[in-house]
């Protein structure tokens, strides 16, 4: 009976097995990648802990004794579970049971969540998905106790202690609808921009003023914004009712059925979007994989990514 476990090392149980199946020192040492004298001092450390010699010396290396002989199989057990415990953990998404907890704005609601739900949901049935709005004053300490598992956010309200990547770069478009007067081209000049009654979302809610109205600013121009809406949700559907014009990211627009997209006569500064998130989750194999379906969905995907998806069996499920 071993005194004290505080006196046994993995090492220890290691060179053990090795010298059970090698009956051999310098063997041992050699499967073990370690000296012959290391071994041998191994061999030492286990005699004292099990208070048995353990093995004997004879013509062709050691033979081990009865103490030896009954350690054989359940040290092979030992060993097999801690082998077990360090591999990663297997996933098999078409069998998950998962619930993903998700951050995010309308917009990405609309132009990320939309289309990664449904890649989820024919990969893999059983993960449930839960969203809720960003709250940039408490997301740290959301995640921090676990509320949230993943936001997608922009690189300047993403905490910095916090995993991310960077899922795509966003750019501007003016949307109007199909039958439009000025549907008709690519583009529109900035006297017939300007002219039009316009249609904006502004997130805190009330404002006619957004990042269209300082790049016009700069160029000595103005507006004129008939509509601020809080939120992307309703304004593809007044757009189509409507002769207004809007200014909105691109993804969305082209989501949106029934209108037509034109480049803006104004150079209007993009943003770009992120994944973020901790590092309670960032080596669980469930996590691993969603992420990277996040990544592939917003054409992110790396190499590895890619590999860890085909690891998972994504590509024998559709």
């Known amino acids: 009976m071993v005194r004290d476990i505080r006196t046994i090392d993995l090492n220890l149980l290691r060179a053990l097995d090795a010298l059970l199946d090698e009956r051999n020192v310098s063997k041992a040492a050699e499967r073990l990648g370690v000296t012959q004298p290391a071994v041998s001092g191994m061999l030492t450390r286990l005699r004292e802990s099990f208070d048995d010699s353990l093995f004997v010396r004879s013509q062709r290396g050691v033979q081990p ?124 000049s900035i006297e017939r921009f300007c002219a039009l009654d316009h249609a904006l979302v502004s997130f805190s809610g009330g404002s006619f003023h957004g990042v269209t109205d300082e790049a016009l600013a700069r160029e000595g121009r103005e507006r004129h914004v008939a509509l601020s809406f809080h939120s992307f949700l309703a304004l593809a559907e007044v757009l189509r009712a409507t002769d207004l014009i809007a200014v909105v990211p691109r993804r969305l627009a082209a989501a949106s059925d029934g209108l037509a997209l034109i480049e803006p006569p104004v150079a209007v500064p993009g943003f770009t ?23 592939e969905t917003c054409g992110a995907v790396d190499a590895l990514s890619s590999e860890f998806l085909r690891c998972c069996s994504l590509d024998q499920t559709g």
């Open 65 to 188: 004794t009865l103490r030896a002989l009954a350690l054989a199989e359940p040290l092979k057990q030992i060993l097999a579970n801690v082998e077990a415990l360090l591999r990663p953990a297997a996933f098999d998404p078409a069998t998950a049971s998962l619930t993903l907890t998700l951050a995010a704005t309308d917009y990405a609601l609309q132009a990320v969540v939309v289309p990664f739900v449904m890649k989820l949901c024919r990969y893999a049935p059983g993960i449930r998905v839960a969203t809720r709005p960003i709250d940039n004053d408490r997301i740290a300490q959301q995640f921090e106790r676990g509320e949230l598992d993943l936001a997608l956010m922009t690189p300047e309200s993403a905490p910095l202690d916090l995993h991310s990547r960077r899922l795509f770069d966003e750019t501007y478009v003016c949307a109007l609808r199909a039958g439009h007067p000025d549907a008709g081209g690519t583009t529109i």
């Open 273 to 295: 979007k992120l994944a973020v998130w901790h590092g309670r989750t960032h080596n669980d194999a469930g996590h691993r994989w969603v992420r990277a379906l996040l990544f």
